[in-house]
């Protein structure tokens, strides 16, 4: 297969730059619609703001659904303190020493950018001493330093900034020479990346699936209600999402994920076999692992009464939800996979 992977990293790196915690990816969104339109995918958006888009295939019926989620970690703000700095909600399942020392950027509801950084309240060995160390990271016990002349809730407010706007963090994307790939958020956008090569690849060569296959943007996943309006024909749900590395886990950088167990549910062992099978049959390299604490867009949906078989793959990434690593190696056999999958009979 000749994935285009220059297409692939310039949409990831693009996509990790446009902010998009769970509650506020419109933006997001409105880029990725761009991408399907730019495809000639015919394109369809639900009434919670998802959309996706929608590949016809030869026959009728036992239609395929894949997901990957656009939805980030973040943060909101709960409380303007006495002298001016944020307390924050965290959106999703992060660790706040995970964020320690992180630029952010503030939305106001009316769309006005601030940054800022995240600290400990007590940041600085010089005033503090060993509490810096010994205090535990909590939304109790971090702050946003706004960079702007605040010294009072007061002067916060004045700058329109409120409880209940959105607080992003800098994602620091960078692709090295050794084809590492490094930034906050790659789960779940470089599988969003993902997703659109195998698009492409269709498209330059002219493939039509046997099954129509729908291609759907989550934007509530990290929240863990991300699939929803399933179309009445689909048999089949395949997630597209993080492989976890890192302990005992099988996951590595350059392999795809498939995914036999998470925290919820086994899923479809057939559906997994057949996954495997492919990735031999095309000489894909892949792990099968068994996640700990996690879920996916297809495993969280059965268990809310979603009636389709369900599997999940993703690309290898270390230090999952906090700053985080994979290579263009394993983006590759994920893509390799996914269109494998997509144009099986």
């Known amino acids: 297969m000749n994935i285009d992977m220059k297409y692939t990293i310039d949409l990831m790196t693009e996509i990790l730059n446009i902010t998009s915690p769970?509650?506020?990816?419109?933006?997001?969104?409105?880029?990725?619609?761009?991408?399907?339109?730019?495809?000639?995918?015919?394109?369809?958006?639900?009434?919670?703001?998802?959309?996706?888009?929608?590949?016809?295939?030869?026959?009728?019926?036992?239609?395929?659904?894949i997901s990957a989620h656009i939805d980030t970690l973040g943060a909101m703000v709960k409380e303007i303190k006495p002298n001016g700095r944020l307390k924050l909600s965290n959106i999703g399942g992060l660790s706040w020493n995970s964020v320690e020392g992180e630029n952010v950027y503030i939305k106001t509801?009316?769309?006005?950018?601030?940054?800022?950084?995240?600290?400990?309240?007590?940041?600085?060995v010089h005033v503090y001493s060993d509490l810096v160390t010994t205090t535990e990271r909590n939304e109790?016990?971090?702050?946003?330093?706004?960079?702007?002349?605040?010294?009072?809730?007061?002067?916060?407010?004045?700058?329109?900034?409120?409880?209940?706007?959105?607080?992003?963090?800098?994602?620091r994307v960078q692709v090295?020479?050794?084809?590492?790939?490094?930034?906050?958020?790659?789960?779940?956008?470089?599988?969003?990346?993902?997703?659109?090569?195998?698009?492409?690849?269709?498209?330059?060569?002219?493939?039509i699936p046997k099954h129509t296959t729908h291609f759907f943007i989550s934007n509530y996943e990290e929240i863990g209600h991300g699939v929803y309006a399933i179309p009445e024909?689909?048999?089949?749900?395949?997630?597209?999402?993080?492989g976890t590395v890192g302990g005992k886990h099988t996951s590595d950088e350059k392999s795809v994920t498939i995914v036999a167990k998470d925290s919820?549910?086994?899923?479809?062992?057939?559906?997994?076999?057949?996954?495997v099978e492919l990735a031999e049959k095309n000489d894909i390299g892949y792990k099968v692992d068994v996640h700990y604490r996690y879920?996916?867009?297809?495993?969280?949906?059965?268990?809310?009464?979603?009636?389709?078989?369900?599997?999940?793959?993703?690309?290898?990434?270390?230090?999952?939800?906090?700053?985080?690593?994979?290579?263009?190696?394993?983006?590759?056999?994920?893509?390799?996979?996914?269109?494998?999958?997509?144009?099986?009979?």
């Not at 506020?24 to 919670?48: A, Q």
């Not at 509801?109 to 600085?124: C, D, F, H, M, V």
């Not at 790939?181 to 493939?207: E, P, Q």
């Open 22 to 65: 769970g509650g506020d990816t419109s933006n997001s969104i409105d880029r990725l619609r761009e991408e399907f339109n730019s495809l000639g995918i015919e394109v369809s958006e639900t009434n919670k703001g998802a959309i996706f888009g929608t590949i016809k295939g030869r026959e009728d019926g036992n239609e395929r659904f």
């Open 109 to 124: 509801r009316k769309g006005k950018i601030y940054t800022g950084t995240i600290l400990p309240e007590k940041a600085s």
């Open 140 to 171: 109790e016990t971090v702050e946003v330093r706004i960079d702007e002349d605040v010294r009072t809730e007061s002067d916060t407010k004045e700058l329109g900034i409120a409880v209940g706007d959105f607080v992003s963090f800098e994602p």
């Open 176 to 207: 090295t020479e050794s084809g590492y790939i490094k930034s906050r958020h790659l789960d779940d956008k470089a599988c969003v990346a993902v997703m659109f090569a195998a698009c492409k690849y269709l498209k330059d060569n002219g493939l």
């Open 233 to 242: 024909k689909v048999s089949e749900m395949l997630a597209l999402d993080i």
């Open 264 to 275: 919820r549910t086994p899923y479809d062992f057939g559906f997994r076999n057949r996954l």
């Open 295 to 345: 879920g996916s867009d297809a495993s969280l949906s059965v268990l809310q009464g979603v009636d389709t078989n369900f599997a999940c793959i993703g690309l290898g990434v270390d230090a999952t939800h906090h700053y985080e690593r994979t290579h263009k190696d394993g983006v590759e056999n994920n893509i390799k996979l996914l269109i494998a999958y997509i144009m099986e009979d």
